[in-house]
């Protein structure tokens, strides 16, 4: 199922005041330090203090802990959360956003333990090592690593925004080449599946908030640290993405990358993958990351919920 703006219901005036006033934020606070001109040292160091702000899901319990030898943090709700997914084993390994550059579990709390309430299962947020100091195949292989100590417990959906949702796609495509089993479902928030991108449009830049190409050029440059750019491993956009697990995709209409999210669905449903598209109109680049201030990101987590609760059925 390939969604459009046009599906989705105009945005209430509460929900577009809320939705303005975090765009001037974003363009504020964030959009100046991801940037190449700030070193990233300092880009991680002011993330980190921005994401204090948010703050996680109150229903869900936090824990420290590894899988596969990759540090991370666990987020667990109560097993009556959510009733589809209540008696479904399982977990859900996220893989955060950041460039591979920066970032963390702790920066991405609200949306993983979000994710963690409205499926009912445990997400294990992962440190992936990061790039300069440990450049691409390093955050592939401790997503790989954690993929496989996870899946020893049960059905793995693995989800990831941004540069996680690349990860998450790439580490999925290196359990299939290597015959290692294979997730029940993938959760992908505003995917960056191609490097070199060759898809980013103009218009698209003049709508994102947080992000901007050389930002990104900078971050794939550091992380490829001379291998292509076009490497399946590293943009899997030009996979062979054939016999992959049901895989959901969304992005927001206003930003940067939402032509990976369309070029992504429309290569999954010509490998014969099933997969659902949203592209959510009037929201920005990994919205979902504004889970219990933004009602558009809670609307979007409770929908990839639903698809998790149909996936792990199947």
């Not at 669905?265 to 929201?283: H, S």
């Not at 933004?294 to 609307?299: K, T, Y």
Request: glycine fraction near 8%; charged fraction near 15%; charge should be positive.
């Amino acid at each position: 199922m390939l969604c459009s703006e046009a599906e989705f219901p105009p945005l209430r005036i509460r929900e577009r005041l809320a939705a303005a006033i975090l765009r001037a934020g974003l363009r504020a606070t964030v959009r100046p330090i991801l940037s190449p001109k700030v070193p990233i040292v300092w880009q991680r160091w002011w993330l980190e203090k921005l994401a204090r702000l948010i703050g996680s899901s109150g229903h869900t319990q936090l824990e420290t802990g590894a899988a596969g030898g990759v540090t991370g943090e666990w987020m667990r709700a109560p097993r009556s959360a959510a009733a589809a997914a209540a008696d479904s084993p399982g977990a859900i390994l996220y893989l955060h956003g950041g460039g591979y550059c920066v970032g963390s579990p702790s920066t991405h709390r609200a949306l993983a333990s979000r994710l963690a309430w409205a499926t009912g299962l445990s997400v294990f947020a992962a440190g992936y090592r990061l790039a300069p100091e440990h450049p691409f195949p390093c955050a592939l292989d401790d997503a790989v690593a954690a993929c496989r100590a996870l899946m020893q417990g049960g059905p793995l959906v693995i989800a990831g925004d941004s540069a996680g949702g690349g990860l998450a796609l790439a580490a999925a495509l290196y359990l299939r080449q290597h015959q290692m089993g294979s997730a029940a479902a993938l959760v992908l928030f505003s995917p960056w599946v191609d490097l070199t991108l060759s898809a980013i449009t103009d218009a698209a830049a003049k709508k994102e908030v947080m992000l901007s190409t050389a930002w990104l050029s900078d971050c794939a440059r550091h992380y490829l640290a001379g291998a292509s750019a076009s490497a399946p491993l590293a943009s899997p956009v030009f996979a062979d993405l054939r016999g992959l697990p049901p895989t959901f995709i969304q992005a927001g209409a206003d930003e940067l990358l939402c032509s990976d999210a369309v070029r992504l669905a429309d290569a999954l449903v010509a490998a014969g993958v099933v997969a659902n598209r949203e592209i959510v109109p009037a929201q920005w680049h990994a919205f979902q990351l504004h889970a219990g201030i933004l009602p558009a990101a809670n609307a979007a987590i409770a929908r990839a919920a639903r698809f998790v609760a149909l996936a792990l059925k199947r």
